[in-house]
């Protein structure tokens, strides 16, 4: 504790590292008091009812990632949400068109307008679900006055919330610490905390099964801590070569696979396969009956068939994001044509089948842990009939969020010869 006491302390001793904290937590400030600032003409009343009603679904996980925005239809009720689809719809795009893969191999003015393209998209999703769910739950009287004007400027406002939410990360992460888009996610997902805890203890006859769903959240998070900092280090050795009257070359180094290659994407991408169909329904009927009704019951996830679908969907995009993330035949070319190799396997095709093979393995381990804590919640759900608040992503978001951030930090602390957090 006193050394970490400490490192707290250095962190202020740093001109330039306390500047970058400080406009970090006032941007994150900001967030939260524009999470209290209500939209006109909307009934946040009949919002909360449908979510009590809804239990679990894809307006539950827009309430989550908004820190509780949603369901006080607040300026950042639609979150980053929209933000985050645009870019799970680059990177597809990117293995679809060539075009863009190009772009995005250009360096860092590629990458300015891959985000230049994906700030657009984000717009114009926010536009489409800002529309969306208005138009779904206008029957539940979300509008107090339902017309033209009030839809412009609903509309109007919910996309400039979540614009300015863009806008913000994107500061954080050029002049702040961290990743300011997923700083945004953990600080929303942080300030539901107090609420969870008030719901688990709300059941007062249930002290024994609160008691044991606190201490398998600790080890969940022990575990997911555990998961995001393993990984696998291929040994590559790099031959010696003279140019001129310099050699280069001839030092060992190795290639980190991460055991969640993935991170939370795969998570994220199973839940909007898998809630879209629910979601359309809602824009049509908040109740809907006959064969598409029970298919609606059984693809959401607190249902078995929609938890075992939702498992067999992790899985998948597990699999599709580790070949998106890392690609073992353009590691084999770059390691060949600068004359590396990996002990005991020859450079070109038989490089690159090794080290297909070495993710696939590894996917294996990193699926089966984010299915684990994505069903975990949901299956003690189950288990102890108790409404609990924190999730698997939740977790995973959290964790993964801090241990990058307290990483960042460390390392900048690292530049100026001073013991960090993680020594």
């Given at each position: 504790?006193?050394?970490?006491?400490?490192?707290?302390r250095?962190?202020?001793?740093?001109?330039?590292?306390?500047?970058?904290?400080?406009?970090?937590?006032?941007?994150?400030?900001?967030?939260?008091?524009?999470?209290?600032?209500?939209?006109?003409?909307?009934?946040?009343?009949?919002?909360?009812?449908?979510?009590?009603?809804?239990?679990?679904?894809p307006?539950?996980?827009?309430?989550?990632?908004?820190?509780?925005?949603?369901?006080?239809?607040?300026?950042?009720?639609?979150?980053?949400?929209?933000?985050?689809?645009?870019?799970?719809?680059?990177?597809?795009?990117?293995?679809?068109?060539?075009?863009?893969?190009?772009?995005a191999?250009?360096?860092?003015?590629?990458?300015?307008?891959?985000?230049?393209?994906?700030?657009?998209?984000?717009?114009?999703?926010?536009a489409?679900?800002?529309?969306?769910?208005?138009?779904?739950?206008?029957?539940?009287?979300?509008?107090?006055?339902?017309?033209?004007?009030?839809?412009?400027?609903?509309?109007?406002t919910?996309?400039?919330?979540?614009?300015?939410?863009?806008?913000?990360?994107?500061?954080?992460?050029?002049?702040?610490?961290?990743?300011?888009?997923?700083?945004?996610?953990?600080?929303?997902?942080?300030?539901?905390?107090?609420?969870?805890?008030?719901?688990?203890?709300?059941?007062?006859?249930?002290?024994?099964?609160?008691?044991?769903?606190?201490?398998?959240?600790?080890?969940?998070?022990?575990?997911?801590?555990l998961?995001?900092?393993?990984?696998?280090?291929?040994?590559?050795?790099?031959?010696?070569?003279?140019?001129?009257?310099?050699?280069?070359?001839?030092?060992?180094?190795?290639?980190?696979?991460?055991?969640n290659?993935?991170?939370?994407?795969?998570?994220?991408?199973?839940?909007?396969?898998?809630?879209?169909?629910?979601?359309?329904?809602?824009?049509?009927?908040?109740?809907?009956?006959?064969?598409?009704?029970k298919?609606?019951?059984?693809?959401?996830?607190?249902h078995?068939?929609?938890?075992?679908?939702?498992?067999?969907?992790?899985?998948?995009?597990?699999?599709?994001?580790?070949?998106?993330?890392?690609?073992p035949?353009?590691v084999?070319?770059?390691?060949?044509?600068?004359?590396g190799?990996?002990?005991?396997?020859?450079?070109?095709?038989?490089?690159?089948?090794?080290?297909?093979?070495?993710?696939?393995?590894?996917?294996?381990?990193?699926?089966?842990?984010?299915?684990?804590?994505?069903?975990?919640?949901?299956?003690?759900?189950?288990?102890?009939k108790?409404?609990?608040?924190?999730?698997?992503?939740?977790?995973?978001?959290?964790?993964?969020?801090?241990?990058?951030?307290?990483?960042?930090?460390?390392?900048?602390?690292?530049?100026?010869?001073?013991?960090?957090?993680?020594?």
């Open positions: 504790m006193t050394e970490a006491l400490k490192s707290v250095n962190i202020w001793k740093i001109p330039d590292l306390r500047k970058k904290v400080i406009y970090t937590l006032l941007m994150l400030f900001v967030i939260r008091i524009g999470a209290h600032v209500p939209v006109p003409f909307v009934n946040a009343a009949a919002v909360r009812e449908v979510l009590e009603m809804q239990g679990t679904g307006l539950k996980l827009i309430n989550m990632i908004s820190g509780g925005a949603f369901e006080d239809m607040t300026i950042f009720a639609l979150g980053i949400v929209p933000y985050i689809n645009a870019s799970i719809i680059f990177q597809l795009l990117q293995i679809a068109i060539p075009k863009l893969e190009e772009i191999k250009e360096g860092e003015e590629g990458r300015k307008r891959i985000a230049k393209y994906t700030r657009y998209l984000t717009i114009a999703l926010a489409l679900q800002a529309w969306g769910t208005t138009f779904a739950l206008r029957n539940q009287n979300i509008l107090i006055y339902s017309n033209l004007w009030t839809w412009i400027v609903v509309i109007v919910f996309v400039a919330g979540t614009t300015f939410l863009v806008w913000v990360g994107e500061q954080i992460t050029e002049k702040g610490v961290g990743n300011g888009i997923s700083l945004i996610i953990f600080i929303n997902i942080v300030s539901r905390l107090p609420l969870a805890i008030t719901t688990l203890f709300s059941y007062k006859d249930k002290y024994i099964s609160i008691i044991l769903l606190i201490v398998i959240f600790v080890l969940m998070i022990a575990f997911v801590v998961v995001q900092d393993g990984e696998r280090r291929i040994s590559v050795q790099y031959a010696k070569r003279v140019a001129g009257r310099r050699i280069y070359g001839g030092q060992s180094t190795h290639i980190p696979l991460k055991a290659l993935g991170g939370v994407m795969p998570i994220i991408f199973a839940m909007s396969i898998l809630q879209f169909p629910i979601m359309m329904t809602n824009f049509f009927t908040s109740n809907p009956t006959g064969l598409w009704g298919i609606i019951t059984y693809i959401n996830w607190t078995p068939v929609g938890a075992i679908l939702y498992a067999v969907l992790i899985f998948g995009f597990s699999f599709f994001y580790s070949t998106v993330a890392f690609n035949v353009d084999a070319d770059n390691m060949k044509k600068n004359g190799f990996i002990p005991g396997i020859r450079p070109g095709n038989p490089t690159a089948e090794y080290l297909r093979k070495t993710l696939n393995n590894i996917t294996v381990v990193g699926a089966l842990f984010l299915t684990i804590i994505a069903l975990l919640p949901i299956v003690l759900q189950w288990i102890f108790m409404s609990i608040g924190f999730g698997g992503t939740s977790i995973i978001i959290v964790v993964g969020v801090a241990l990058e951030t307290v990483q960042q930090i460390e390392a900048q602390m690292l530049m100026r010869h001073y013991k960090g957090f993680l020594s």
